[in-house]
């Protein structure tokens, strides 16, 4: 298991595909949870991106794997209960449409 950080871009495209400010707001904490286990994982210091980016690309990125690596390899999780399973309805509403 390593832990794999996502770009600005790659998160802005899955909350703009959201209709819920929930839902938004559980994949924009989501993000800075990946980054804090990115940083946790692998000592690093990368910063966390509060900027607006436009979208100019199809991202491969879906929910579940968002959810995978909000954890180090030693399964320490940095996102908060409620907003994990906000993110695991996401994902299984993201599996039926495919």
Do not use: H, P
């Amino acid at each position: 298991m390593s832990v794999f950080i996502y770009n600005k871009q790659e998160i802005n495209k899955l909350i703009n595909e959201q209709t819920n400010e929930d839902d938004q707001r559980a994949i924009w904490y989501a993000y800075i949870a990946n980054v804090t286990a990115f940083n946790v994982q692998y000592c690093e210091n990368v910063k966390i991106d509060f900027e607006d980016e436009t979208i100019d690309y199809e991202s491969g990125i879906n929910i579940g794997s968002l959810i995978y690596n909000c954890y180090t390899n030693a399964g320490n999780c940095f996102l908060e209960d409620r907003w994990m399973k906000k993110l695991q309805k996401l994902s299984e509403q993201e599996k039926v449409e495919y």
